[in-house]
């Protein structure tokens, strides 16, 4: 990827010029100022922000991070004047972005201070072609099409869409979509970039894309940088620091080595937030009775010749149960949607009864297309698929249905009723199950799934994590023998994502056969027993989690996915400790620790 | 995907989309003017080589395109020659059905003029740049680009749409919702179903687009930069200004003249 945009040679052309703006801003001056910030949306007096102040420097690169609902997207509207401009409600305290207020200045005039990227790129790109997309902000401020054009070359190299300017948006893939939203945003030269999880949606490879976009923007345009992030392990090493908020407030505020050092736990535990996978390893040592030092923010500062291991112990790989019989046999399956573009090429997978199968790979491989060959979603262009005892080219989704449950991405996707409990029940009666039966039924599954207490509301009124457990518990109301889940993690906390998982722990251990479609390998290796990786619709990898990742130039390359913490650590401890025994969670590697030495 | 255009540098290509939709109008009322088989084939013929060759379309591609148009073509076809009882040339009986070359003419009368109307949204369509269209209807047909744009979200969003209900009915069908419902007001509870999630996404997304287009400054002043650049040839408007007279000419013949009869009722 060539260089961005050059902080330094804005431009002097057009209305809305930022060279304007930069002789208005004093040196040393902040590039936000927040004091006493409050907050709440019209109709609804709960305070969404409560008494925020902060100051960011210009350049400096800010991790917000917080549950799901702390406030965060909200003070991002807050920088720019979507809020209260727009969307309204109660505002108290005040904003400045390099001095200028946004309860002063229009939204229109804002935008060249303020640029934000959000987390559906989909919705946020307006036109359907690229170089559309790019000039849309700076056509709207009727900056001269010299310098537009000009713009959009210097945009285009920067964002690694080059050469790409004519093509319409619906090819892209999903990091290329969100490449161009923070194209489409920096061609309007903001001097504050605010992203809210730009990445919730990607694959791995798409991720990387928008991750290293971020940082270069940061490092060499010293774009003043807002990230929110659920993940933060790429951003850790290079922010300047991290602010955390919970329930409206600003709870932690400072360095990323300082605030994760200290207050891992309280995130992790407290908070129910994902933190990076070296700091996981650092705090289960603590609790073994070792401190490593200096705390770690990745595992590359982890200083793994100074740790010795127990090897006594030889821990199985997980979930491994040979000589099981199969309950899905797919012979020869190959699959298209247009004739002659086959999506599925000569498929032979066997998954044994009782285990816990991961599907990874980049999106567009095959990966769903595959599990909905299974409940008959699709049927396949040629080959024999036997799904617990059903031919699945033939049977209905009806009969299939009673063997298998398919949770899809979005929760919102499969509601079907006006409340909590019908949505469970819906099966249930589907099936013919007398009422009396139902009624024990569902409140079991609602008991069991936390739900209980939320018989009445509309499902689309539960949290994220609530959706998701309802989503399981509808499907699972049936008693299947299968259980495929559609990236069931995406954009959660990582408490609602261990509380998922714990419950396909348990699924498993009552004798399920679980299939995972995802995108984390952390899930993969700590969860599964056996992966297989989709690439191009052709079976690429079948194996152990283990043998997947050991081979960690293969993954990265052939495969284009990330090893999971553990096997990154794993991998180098074993070259000096070559009988370390297979271990699948970090937990359980602190668990070894011997010594430091 | 909705839109079908396809790059090229054809006269039609070349035409401003306020001209090409202007023609677009008056070759549809051409072709609601024409009654008869023989004035409805001469008009598709003629369609079909201004594709050819002032389009530069495919041949087999452009056909193709056609062809699930056939499907609603023979439907009129055989129904209106089956329901036309005004002919007194009777081909052939079956049972109480009575066909006549009348009737049969009228019924390819209408099929023609479904291929014809067809080839002719065709045309505009694969010739007409989305974002160049809203730029020119801003340009020379004066529309506000508020307005304009709001068409342009529309073939931008669709394709979202479309997956997205592609994706619900998926989803919903697993649930088991795609058993058969038996009154006809069960038979409305699944568009009821689909439309709540499809309504509830696509608030949100509404929500997303307006603050992602707000926060890029759009309708910040009552123009915008233009960056394609547009022009109107004199070719263009002379070839608009040819058919508009053909229109004329048709209006003159069939009304004042009273040539033809209008294709209204096929039952008499």
New interface residues.
Partial sequence: MKSAINYSQRHSGGIMSNSKHMMQIQPNSPAIHIDNLTFSYPVSKALVLKNISQTIMPGEFILLIGPSGCGKSTVSLCLNGIIPHNIGGNLEGRVEVFGWSPADHEVYEMATRVGIVFQDADSQICNIFISDEIAFGAQNLLVPKGEILKRMENVLSAVGLKNMQDRPVFNLSGGQKQRLAIGSVLAMEPLVMVFDEPTANLDPQGTLEVHNLIRQLNKENKVTSIVIEHDISHFVEVADRIIVMSQGEIVLEGPPREILSKHSQFLREELGLWIPGACVFAIECKRMGYSLEPFPLVTDEIKVDDLEFTTNNTIPDNQVKINQEPIIDIRNVSFSYIPGKEVLHDISLKVEKNSILAIVGQNGSGKTTLTSLLIGLQRPNSGSIDVAGIDATKASIHDLSRKVGYVFQYPEHQFVTDSVYDEVAFSLRGAGIRESEVKQRVMEMLTRFQLATFTERHPFALSRGQKRRLSVASMLVLRPEIFILDEPTTGQDWRNVVNLMDILKGLYEEGLTIILVTHSMDLVAEYTGRVIVMKEGKLAFDGTPSQLFSAEERVAKNYELEIPTIYQLTNRIRKQQPNLPVINNLPELASHLEKIK | ?T?IYK?GNSFFHRMDAVTKFLWLVTITVIVLLATNLVENLIIFIYLLLTAFILARQNVIRFTLRLLPISVVGIWLLVIFSVLYTRGETVWFKIGSVTITYEGAAYGGALFVRIFSLASATFIFSLTTE??RMVAELVEFGKIPYRLA?AF??G??FM??LQN?AE??L??????????KEKSFFARLIPIR?LA??LL??GL??VR??????????????P?????LELSRSSISLAYLFFHLAILIAFLVYRFLLGFGETLIAPIG
């Fill in positions: 995907m839109f790059p989305p974002q744009y342009y979200a073939l931008r394709p979202l997205e994706t619900v998926n989803a919903h069908a697993v649930r088991g919702v795609a058993e179903r709540t999630p509830v996404n949100r997304r997303i687009a307006a603050i992602a287009m707000d926060s890029r400054a759009f309708g910040a002043f123009k915008r930069t233009n960056i």
